[in-house]
């Protein structure tokens, strides 16, 4: 059973800075590719980020390239997104998933992010 719990949201202000981290269990995390997610309030859910099993390649969005970065801890079994810049757009609940993220069981509970002033 896939297990994902993120940690790190929080309030921030525009122009601010947060790490979230996803630690994984219940499948082999070195040898899967993992994404972030997002779902702003009344939105769909939204691709942010994917990352491959051994943490060479790479994909964002296009509305957070530049500004986040996606990365992973193998022998940790934890991934991590790092937002910097970040903007009130940015506010949702950031959800880490093993690739496909489609699949509600491959998501995690998700972590609250709101940037305001």
């Known amino acids: 059973e896939v297990r994902l719990v993120e940690s790190g949201g929080g309030l921030v202000q525009p122009g601010g800075s947060l790490r979230l981290s996803c630690a994984a269990s219940g499948f082999t995390f070195s040898m899967s590719s993992m994404s972030w997610v997002r779902q702003a309030p009344g939105k769909g859910l939204e691709w942010v980020s994917t990352i491959d099993p051994r943490g060479i390649s790479t994909s964002i969005s296009n509305s957070v390239k530049g500004r986040f970065t996606i990365s992973r801890d193998n022998a940790k079994n934890t991934l991590y997104l790092q937002l910097n810049s970040l903007k009130t757009e940015d506010t949702a609940t950031y959800y880490c998933?093993?690739?496909?993220?489609?699949?509600?069981?491959?998501r995690g509970q998700g972590t609250q992010v709101t940037v305001s002033s």
């Open positions: 998933a093993k690739v496909p993220y489609t699949d509600s069981a491959n």
